[in-house]
Nanobody
Framework: QVQLVESGGGLVQAGGSLRLSCAAS????????MGWYRQAPGKQRELVAR???????TYADSVKGRFTISRDNAKNTVYLQMNSLKPEDTAVYYC????????WGQGTQVTVSS
C-alpha cells in the first residue's frame, strides 16, 4: 500500500531553517504530483508548495522566496527547504501525493519560536 512518511520537523527559532523530507513507498513516485500542506491550530489545511511530476513548482504567497520544494525520483522523496522561518509558519506539515488517487502522510510538527 502507499505510504508517505514525513520527517525533519522540530522546534526552531525565528529566522532559522528546517528541511522536511517525505519518503514515499508502494507507488510509482515519479508519476505523482507532490505537495506540502500545513495546518495550524484552529485553521484549515492550506497548500504550502507543490511540484509536478515534470518538476514545475507552485508556492503559497506567504512562503515565496523562503521555501523551496524539490524531489528526488531516485530516492522516492520530496523535500521542503524552509528558510527565514517565522512564528506564523508554526503548523503540522503534511506531505501529499496526487495522480488518480490522493494520499497523505501523517504529518510532522514545525514550531517556530519568536
Amino acid at each position: 500500500q502507499v505510504q508517505l512518511v514525513e520527517s525533519g520537523g522540530g522546534l526552531v527559532q525565528a529566522g532559522g531553517s528546517l528541511r522536511l523530507s517525505c519518503a514515499a513507498s508502494g507507488m510509482i513516485f515519479s508519476i505523482y504530483n507532490m505537495g506540502w500542506y500545513r495546518q495550524a491550530p484552529g485553521k484549515q489545511r492550506e497548500l504550502v508548495a507543490r511540484i509536478t511530476n515534470g518538476g514545475s513548482t507552485t508556492y503559497a504567497d506567504s512562503v515565496k522566496g523562503r521555501f523551496t520544494i524539490s524531489r528526488d525520483n531516485a530516492k522516492n522523496t520530496v523535500y521542503l527547504q524552509m528558510n527565514s522561518l517565522k512564528p506564523e509558519d508554526t503548523a503540522v506539515y503534511y506531505c501529499n501525493a496526487v495522480k488518480n488517487s490522493n494520499y497523505w502522510g501523517q504529518g510532522t510538527q514545525v514550531t517556530v519560536s519568536s
